[in-house]
């Protein structure tokens, strides 16, 4: 069964999949070690470890579909990866689908949010058409061989247009093919439910764990309410920045020798020293 058929099956099931994000190859591998069905590369993420600048369009559709290669070659759990907006339009989409596809991702996650942003507010969130969305959902699936592969819609219309537009929005990409919704910045318990009632019989739902002060923090808050994922972007990359900041102010502080370097079973090194 490949990896993609896996994480379809395993999404229909009741209990939800809690899905840690990762940024490279070894944040991956330490991630299915620890027992984790499921891996993401955010953009964020992988902006912040490869380029160490924030996550507004740097990193190129080859330079992410490389450092993608690299971390499913060492994995074999399913591998969620955020396309952005798809690199461009549907050809581009069409392009990036074929190109993680032969990378062995399972899933691809595209948002509705404009490609080229403002050069003055290069963090903002201004969406694309509602059809134009469609339009590149459309040409994501068509370009797939691996009907299996999933297509996982993001909207951001919640932010700047509203529930009742995101909602308007999260039906349309369902409607397009996408094979799950995650619609951001739902911060509040009662518009989860919402989307729930309205979708939730229809596509599996993922809901993004990310702000300490929303109102859903539990992953087992969030399979009470009838979503299938629960995504943790941000858990490795937040844990590794913490430890460097902490490692290296106590070397400056002191400097002298504490740790003898990467263990090597944490690399699996044992499978080359047989």
């Known amino acids: 069964m490949s990896l993609a058929r896996k994480l379809r099956t395993r999404m229909q099931q009741r209990e939800i999949i809690v899905v840690p994000g990762i940024y490279d190859a070894l944040s991956a591998y330490r991630t299915e070690a620890a027992g984790f069905e499921a891996v993401f ?6 902006a912040a470890t490869h380029l160490a600048r924030p996550d507004i369009g740097l990193l190129s559709l080859t330079e992410t579909s490389e450092i993608v290669g690299r971390i499913t070659e060492r994995i074999s759990i399913p591998l969620l990866v955020d396309v952005d907006q798809g690199f461009g339009n549907d050809y581009t989409v069409a392009r990036t689908v074929r190109l993680f596809e032969r990378a062995g991702v399972a899933a691809l996650q595209m948002e509705d949010q404009l490609e080229v942003k403002a050069a003055d507010a290069p963090l903002s969130r201004p969406l694309v058409g509602t059809e134009t969305m469609v339009g590149k959902i459309k040409a994501a699936r068509d370009a797939l061989v691996d009907q299996d592969i999933i297509i996982s819609a993001r909207s951001d219309a919640m932010s700047s ?3 009742g537009a995101a909602m308007d929005r999260a039906h349309a990409y369902a409607e397009a093919g996408a094979d799950m919704i995650f619609v951001e ?3 509040r318990r009662e ?3 919402e989307l729930v009632r309205q979708l939730g019989g229809h596509v599996p739902l993922l809901h993004n764990l ?3 002060d929303d109102e859903v923090t539990d992953a087992t808050i969030v399979e009470e309410i009838g979503y299938s994922v629960a995504l943790f972007p941000a858990v490795t990359l937040s844990a ?3 430890a460097l ?4 102010g106590a070397l400056k502080a002191k400097p002298r020798l504490n740790e003898s370097g990467l263990k090597a079973d944490r690399i699996g090194a044992a ?3 047989k």
């Open 161 to 163: 247009e509203g529930f």
């Open 240 to 242: 590794v920045g913490q």
């Open 41 to 46: 590369a955010s953009g964020s993420s992988l």
């Open 271 to 273: 499978e080359y020293l």
């Open 185 to 187: 910045s739902l911060t």
């Open 210 to 212: 990310l702000r300490c």
């Open 191 to 193: 518009q989860m439910e």
């Open 245 to 248: 900041d902490d490692s290296l």
